[in-house]
């Protein structure tokens, strides 16, 4: 009897627990992110950021598009200060909620890599690519552009993830580059021949490598973290399309400032070390992405950018995510 | 009375989703009334059928082994075998792809002797099935083990007596007395399945709850994902009509005065290495796999020379908030069952039915419903270890309300009277007489809102006080960027971190038996 008493006892006591919790709020003067870029990636160079210039620095880690949801749904009492974003999708889904950013921050970024508008600017950037098992394929065997992928006789070697934000980005500027009606074709034409639909990157590069499929359409750096955990033998690898083209375009990872700031200082310095040499540096050589200011040198087993035939698009003409939605369900590629 | 305002604070998420889809433009639902919409929510309801059915088909013979044989190491099968509830079911799907792809572990072992090139596809409805499967059966068997024993062995007595065979005896006696733990345990397998994600995107076989998620990953369109949602509440709401028809109107409780005894222990004989066969079967698949292939993909990382870290600091906070969310979700849970099973109305009833919508819908919904309330309306505690617990409460509510409802439905309210009849109040009854005697469905529902708490993803990301880390959001975060190295370690530690207070939990009953 008496133990029960304790028991019930003991729980009440968790509850207050709970309830004197809810005492503690945040301070405001820490700088709050809010990042889509994982902690694996972007917590060392934010860790250097506040060594660097004494700024305490909070980070609340998510996916892209739930974080900006949840920043939609805070309204004005959102807690962030920078939104950091893994693509030019998260970014534009909140342009309307960022800050202008000043034009010396703006200045040092290519204007392909930075919203047209001012309201945020990329920070690090990834290319598209086609990765393809080694031990069926030779590049020799690949074709020079990613329309070639139509051929029947990729039929069921394919994967693909028309879900992922960088994805829409490529088809985004097919659209530019193409034309509505050929990106249709395209899209049809790929989805004749039968692709596995992955959620994500990651998947696809790890079932090129198992051999499931032969051939996917991820970004650059997935293919790094593989072989760092699996090494060289690892049976896939990069093809950076010859032609160029929509399928070899740099998309790139940002950030914006939140009008709701009340630290838009400390803010925009932080974006100001990101694209400082240190920072960027660390992009390139950490994380195996390309650095979006000049002066870098990048990752030895990277192809450089100069090296890659990428298209060179206004970030003007990328904004229009809706109508590369809209084409996509009218293909029958997304439900 | 806290019942009702448990029942208020639950119906948040739908309020929320109300207050979103009424902002959804023409173009949602258009989408929503498109063929392709139907056909994604009848792939969706085959599957929940599909795991629900083989849920508790494994479950029932699982958990009368355990609870009614002299199977050996009984009370090891039972922790070995509610543990898989505890596996993230993106870590499910990942492992499933990694081990049975038509390329994966399976196949490289069965090359070199048999020539096997491929497998035939996981992918699709056995691989969606298998992954959920493994990691929602434990719902069946736990809210089955303690409905177990709390049966009366006096009605099995009386008809072995009149002559009827064991297998009759089970048939017509013990079966029809679990069905309420049936019906609770494969509610909750049913509606975890409709409401997951990581397990079916991976799988690619494209369910509700993947449309649903898609409209936030896509569009970031909040609006069609709560009109959306809105359609899987309306399922939720047919599938909770269809437990309240099967739980059946009998009654539950011990039909006779007298010291509880435990029931009678069925000799396996020479049955027991079939049995112990099975056991081990179900183990192998659902926790030796995934342990195999973490561990595989641990010592290749180390091997290419990956950095080895340990973070306890995740696993303490992890144990930490999932004992918070059992110990408070017990608490809201015992109103809900009590009001539910005592004083049995059209109120109650709906009080118990709505504690459910939150179980139903995607974390992501409840996450975001509860950031547009907490940021607006209750800033001062707006992402703090308080409002995170109320986020777990209103998810995992009825898997508490589930097992503890089965135990007091056979509890007779004449002891209760009786106890009420000497001199105690209400309150004295409670804790002195009714709470002992649903103990079984109070350790089952803090073990399921536990181990699930433990793995719980969206809601700790988003609503957590900030750089707050569990093992969950560190696998994740490592997975997410392909570092499956370093999303091994965290996961075998979220499996043997849970693992400890489960087995404590088993001892304890044992003592609470004798």
Same mark, same amino acid.
């Given at each position: 009897?008496?133990?029960?008493?304790?028991?019930?006892?003991?729980?009440?006591?968790?509850?207050?627990?709970?309830?004197?919790?809810?005492?503690?709020?945040? #301070?405001?003067?820490?700088?709050?992110?809010?990042?889509?870029?994982?902690?694996?990636?972007?917590?060392?160079?934010?860790?250097?950021?506040?060594?660097? #210039?004494?700024?305490?620095?909070?980070?609340?880690?998510?996916?892209?598009?739930?974080?900006?949801? #949840?920043?939609?749904?805070?309204?004005?009492?959102?807690?962030?200060?920078?939104?950091?974003?893994?693509?030019?999708?998260?970014?534009?889904?909140?342009?309307?909620?960022?800050?202008?950013?000043?034009? #010396?921050?703006?200045?040092?970024?290519?204007?392909?890599?930075?919203?047209?508008?001012?309201?945020?600017?990329?920070?690090?950037?990834?290319?598209?690519?086609?990765?393809?098992?080694?031990?069926?394929?030779?590049?020799?065997?690949?074709?020079?552009?990613?329309?070639?992928?139509?051929?029947?006789?990729?039929?069921?070697?394919?994967?693909?993830?028309?879900?992922?934000?960088?994805?829409?980005?490529?088809?985004?500027?097919?659209?530019?580059?193409?034309?509505?009606?050929?990106?249709?074709?395209?899209?049809?034409?790929?989805?004749?021949?039968?692709?596995?639909?992955?959620?994500?990157?990651?998947?696809?590069?790890?079932?090129?490598?198992?051999?499931?499929?032969?051939?996917?359409?991820?970004?650059?750096?997935?293919?790094?973290?593989?072989?760092?955990?699996?090494?060289?033998?690892?049976?896939?690898?990069?093809?950076?399309?010859?032609?160029?083209?929509?399928?070899?375009?740099?998309?790139?990872?940002?950030?914006?400032?939140?009008?709701?700031?009340?630290?838009?200082?400390?803010?925009?310095?932080?974006?100001?070390?990101?694209?400082?040499?240190?920072?960027?540096?660390?992009?390139?050589?950490?994380?195996?992405?390309?650095?979006?200011?000049?002066?870098?040198?990048?990752?030895?087993?990277?192809?450089?950018?100069?090296?890659?035939?990428?298209?060179?698009?206004?970030?003007?003409?990328?904004?229009?995510?809706?109508?590369?939605?809209?084409?996509?369900?009218?293909?029958?590629?997304?439900? | 009375?806290?019942?009702?305002?448990?029942?208020?604070?639950?119906?948040?998420?739908?309020?929320?989703?109300?207050?979103?889809?009424?902002?959804?433009?023409?173009?949602?639902?258009?989408?929503?009334?498109?063929?392709?919409?139907?056909?994604?929510?009848?792939?969706?309801?085959?599957?929940?059928?599909?795991?629900?059915?083989?849920?508790?088909?494994?479950?029932?013979?699982?958990?009368?082994?355990?609870?009614?044989?002299?199977?050996?190491?009984?009370?090891?099968?039972?922790?070995?075998?509610?543990?898989?509830?505890?596996?993230?079911?993106?870590?499910?799907?990942?492992?499933?792809?990694?081990?049975?792809?038509?390329?994966?572990?399976?196949?490289?072992?069965?090359?070199?002797?048999?020539?096997?090139?491929?497998?035939?596809?996981?992918?699709?409805?056995?691989?969606?099935?298998?992954?959920?499967?493994?990691?929602?059966?434990?719902? *069946?068997?736990?809210?089955?083990?303690?409905?177990?024993?709390?049966?009366?062995?006096?009605?099995?007595?009386?008809?072995?007596?009149?002559?009827?065979?064991?297998?009759?005896?089970?048939?017509?006696?013990?079966?029809?007395?679990?069905?309420?733990?049936?019906?609770?345990?494969?509610?909750?397998?049913?509606?975890?399945?409709?409401?997951?994600?990581?397990?079916?995107?991976?799988?690619?076989?494209?369910?509700?709850?993947?449309?649903?998620?898609?409209?936030?990953?896509?569009?970031?369109?909040?609006?069609?994902?709560?009109?959306?949602?809105?359609?899987?509440?309306?399922?939720?709401?047919?599938?909770?009509?269809?437990?309240?028809?099967?739980?059946?109107?009998?009654?539950?409780?011990?039909?006779?005065?007298?010291?509880?005894?435990?029931?009678?222990?069925?000799?396996?004989?020479?049955?027991?290495?079939?049995?112990?066969?099975?056991?081990?079967?179900?183990?192998?698949?659902?926790?030796?796999?995934?342990?195999?292939?973490?561990?595989?993909?641990?010592?290749?990382?180390?091997?290419?020379?990956?950095?080895?870290?340990?973070?306890?600091?995740?696993?303490?906070?992890?144990?930490?908030?999932?004992?918070?969310?059992?110990?408070?979700?017990?608490?809201?849970?015992?109103?809900?069952?009590?009001?539910?099973?005592?004083?049995?109305?059209?109120?109650?009833?709906?009080?118990?039915?709505?504690?459910? *919508?939150?179980?139903?819908?995607?974390?992501?919904?409840?996450?975001?419903?509860?950031?547009?309330?907490?940021?607006?309306?209750?800033?001062?505690?707006?992402?703090?270890?308080?409002?995170?617990?109320?986020?777990?409460?209103?998810?995992?509510?009825?898997?508490?309300?589930?097992?503890?409802?089965?135990?007091?439905?056979?509890?007779?309210?004449?002891?209760?009277?009786?106890?009420?009849?000497?001199?105690?109040?209400?309150?004295?009854?409670?804790?002195?007489?009714?709470?002992?005697?649903?103990?079984?469905?109070?350790?089952?529902?803090?073990?399921?809102?536990?181990?699930?708490?433990?793995?719980?993803?969206?809601?700790?990301?988003?609503?957590?006080?900030?750089?707050?880390?569990?093992?969950?959001?560190?696998?994740?975060?490592?997975?997410?960027?392909?570092?499956?190295?370093?999303?091994?370690?965290?996961?075998?530690?979220?499996?043997?971190?849970?693992?400890?207070?489960?087995?404590?939990?088993?001892?304890?009953?044992?003592?609470?038996?004798?």
């Amino acid at each position: 009897m008496r133990k029960r008493i304790l028991g019930l006892g003991s729980l009440l006591m968790m509850l207050a627990i709970v309830v004197s919790a809810c005492g503690q709020a945040a #301070t405001s003067q820490t700088l709050t992110v809010y990042s889509g870029r994982s902690e694996e990636l972007v917590g060392p160079i934010i860790d250097q950021f506040s060594k660097a #210039t004494g700024i305490k620095v909070q980070v609340r880690y998510g996916s892209t598009s739930e974080l900006a949801a #949840t920043i939609l749904e805070e309204g004005r009492n959102s807690p962030a200060d920078i939104f950091f974003a893994q693509d030019p999708g998260g970014l534009g889904a909140l342009a309307h909620l960022f800050a202008p950013i000043p034009d #010396t921050i703006l200045g040092q970024v290519e204007p392909r890599f930075r919203s047209p508008y001012g309201k945020w600017v990329g920070i690090s950037g990834r290319a598209r690519v086609v990765v393809y098992n080694t031990q069926d394929l030779s590049e020799a065997d690949l074709p020079d552009d990613i329309w070639g992928f139509t051929d029947p006789k990729w039929k069921g070697r394919i994967g693909w993830a028309p879900s992922n934000g960088s994805f829409q980005g490529m088809v985004t500027a097919m659209r530019v580059l193409w034309g509505e009606e050929k990106t249709k074709q395209w899209l049809l034409g790929i989805k004749a021949v039968n692709p596995k639909m992955y959620p994500k990157n990651t998947p696809i590069v790890a079932a090129v490598g198992a051999g499931e499929i032969d051939v996917g359409f991820p970004n650059h750096y997935y293919l790094f973290r593989f072989l760092e955990e699996q090494g060289e033998s690892f049976p896939a690898r990069n093809y950076y399309l010859r032609d160029g083209g929509p399928g070899a375009v740099i998309l790139v990872a940002g950030a914006g400032i939140l009008e709701t700031s009340q630290n838009k200082e400390d803010a925009e310095r932080f974006l100001e070390f990101m694209l400082s040499l240190v920072a960027q540096q660390y992009f390139a050589g950490q994380t195996f992405e390309y650095p979006v200011v000049e002066g870098v040198t990048t990752h030895p087993l990277l192809k450089p950018l100069s090296e890659i035939s990428s298209p060179e698009i206004d970030m003007a003409d990328m904004a229009d995510l809706k109508g590369t939605l809209k084409l996509l369900r009218e293909t029958g590629v997304l439900p | 009375m806290p019942a009702v305002l448990i029942a208020v604070v639950v119906s948040l998420p739908l309020a929320y989703l109300l207050l979103r889809s009424l902002g959804a433009g023409g173009e949602t639902w258009d989408l929503l009334f498109r063929s392709r919409t139907l056909d994604i929510l009848g792939r969706t309801v085959v599957l929940v059928i599909a795991v629900t059915v083989v849920s508790v088909a494994i479950s029932l013979p699982l958990a009368w082994l355990i609870n009614r044989t002299d199977l050996p190491f009984r009370r090891v099968w039972l922790v070995l075998t509610m543990l898989p509830l505890v596996i993230p079911s993106y870590v499910a799907g990942l492992v499933i792809v990694t081990a049975l792809g038509p390329r994966g572990m399976l196949q490289q072992v069965l090359a070199a002797p048999f020539g096997v090139e491929r497998l035939p596809e996981i992918y699709g409805f056995p691989g969606a099935m298998l992954a959920i499967f493994l990691v929602s059966y434990p719902y *069946v068997l736990l809210t089955l083990h303690a409905s177990m024993r709390g049966l009366d062995p006096s009605l099995e007595e009386a008809s072995r007596s009149l002559g009827h065979g064991p297998w009759d005896t089970f048939r017509r006696i013990t079966l029809p007395q679990l069905r309420p733990a049936i019906a609770a345990g494969g509610l909750l397998v049913a509606l975890y399945t409709l409401k997951d994600f990581g397990a079916v995107s991976l799988l690619r076989y494209e369910t509700f709850t993947w449309a649903i998620y898609l409209q936030y990953q896509t569009s970031f369109d909040r609006m069609a994902a709560a009109a959306l949602s809105l359609v899987l509440v309306v399922v939720a709401v047919i599938i909770l009509v269809t437990e309240v028809r099967t739980r059946g109107r009998s009654q539950y409780h011990r039909s006779t005065v007298g010291v509880a005894r435990p029931p009678a222990c069925t000799r396996l004989g020479r049955w027991r290495w079939p049995a112990l066969g099975f056991c081990a079967m179900i183990v192998l698949v659902a926790l030796i796999m995934p342990i195999s292939v973490l561990s595989y993909w641990l010592v290749r990382g180390v091997s290419a020379g990956e950095p080895l870290n340990v973070v306890w600091s995740s696993a303490l906070n992890s144990g930490y908030v999932s004992g918070l969310a059992a110990a408070a979700t017990v608490v809201a849970a015992l109103p809900v069952a009590i009001l539910a099973v005592r004083y049995s109305g059209r109120i109650s009833a709906l009080l118990e039915r709505v504690s459910y *919508v939150g179980f139903a819908l995607p974390g992501i919904v409840i996450a975001l419903a509860l950031v547009f309330f907490g940021a607006n309306y209750a800033t001062p505690i707006y992402q703090t270890m308080g409002l995170l617990i109320l986020a777990y409460v209103i998810m995992f509510l009825p898997q508490a309300v589930g097992p503890i409802r089965s135990s007091l439905l056979q509890v007779s309210r004449r002891v209760e009277e009786a106890a009420r009849s000497l001199g105690r109040s209400p309150l004295q009854v409670l804790a002195t007489v009714t709470l002992p005697l649903v103990r079984p469905g109070i350790l089952a529902g803090a073990a399921l809102v536990f181990l699930t708490t433990m793995k719980e993803l969206p809601a700790t990301l988003i609503l957590s006080p900030i750089g707050f880390k569990t093992l969950a959001t560190s696998i994740w975060s490592a997975t997410s960027e392909g570092f499956f190295a370093r999303a091994a370690v965290p996961a075998l530690l979220l499996i043997l971190v849970s693992s400890v207070p489960m087995a404590l939990l088993v001892m304890r009953e044992r003592r609470g038996q004798s």
